[in-house]
């Protein structure tokens, strides 16, 4: 079962440029979210999807945009990347609500991203 | 807004012993969940252990057990008979928002 998936896993940007990171599961989960991790910080909710066409900022939204055209697919872009942006980017997805129900999240295995 | 605490941001444990992590968290909410989770260095994030707060009982799961005291926020993790594949990070959620920091368990021989 591939579960979540992420393309690329690993990206070195250089600051201005864009680009986008996919996610892709096969659990048929209506919801998705995207977090970076750095050191230190554990992990920080950036966008998150109640569903296909819906998206909905987390914590840290600012200079990332999301897209949710299927439901199986979220995309998180980058258009201006900036070194701040340097870190490690997971993708999940549940099968229960954001903020209740007691279904975990499935990861993907992360993106490291590296903006020069 | 909900803040989930972890102070420990490193801890050590000799194989086949027991090993507490904490974590706190403030909200105003009365129902939500908590999870811990694990990331081993292949940086792969897996579940360990939930609790609603609603449940008095304190979760188990085989060598992972929690102490849930809702009215102190307190939500802690026990791991018994310490293994070296319990070697990773450890990170405290609240819902699907709010991550602590993570705790970096080490597993020694």
């Known amino acids: 079962n591939a579960g979540v998936t992420q393309t690329p896993k690993f990206r070195v940007l250089k600051t201005g440029q864009s680009m986008t990171l996919l996610c892709a599961q096969d659990m048929n989960h209506e919801y998705m979210y995207w977090y970076r991790q750095d050191p230190g910080m554990g992990l920080r909710l950036i966008h998150y999807?109640?569903?296909?066409?819906?998206?909905a900022k987390g914590e840290v939204p600012d200079g990332y945009n999301v897209s949710r055209l299927k439901k199986q697919n979220f995309l998180l872009g980058l258009e201006s990347a900036a070194p701040s942006q340097t870190s490690v980017y997971f993708c999940?997805?549940?099968?229960?609500?954001?903020?209740?129900?007691?279904?975990?999240?499935?990861f993907g295995e992360g993106s490291r991203l590296t903006v020069l | 807004a909900q803040t989930v605490t972890q102070s420990q941001p490193e801890m050590s444990v000799q194989e086949a012993e027991t090993v507490t992590l904490s974590c706190t968290y403030d909200?105003?909410?009365?129902?939500?969940?908590l999870f811990w989770y694990k990331q081993p260095p292949s940086r792969q994030m897996i579940l360990v252990i939930r609790?609603?707060?609603?449940?008095?009982q304190n979760a188990t799961e085989n060598r992972f057990s929690v102490n849930f005291q809702k009215a102190a926020k307190s939500f802690s993790l026990k791991i018994s008979d310490s293994q070296l594949g319990d070697a990773a990070m450890y990170f405290c959620?609240?819902?699907?928002?709010?991550f602590g920091s993570g705790t970096k368990l080490n597993v020694k021989p």
């Open positions: 999940a997805s549940s099968y229960s609500k954001p903020w209740s129900g007691s279904g975990e999240l499935f």
């Open positions: 609790q609603e707060a609603y449940k008095q």
């Open positions: 959620a609240y819902n699907k928002f709010y």
């Open positions: 909200t105003s909410e009365s129902d939500y969940y």
């Open positions: 999807s109640v569903g296909e066409g819906t998206t």
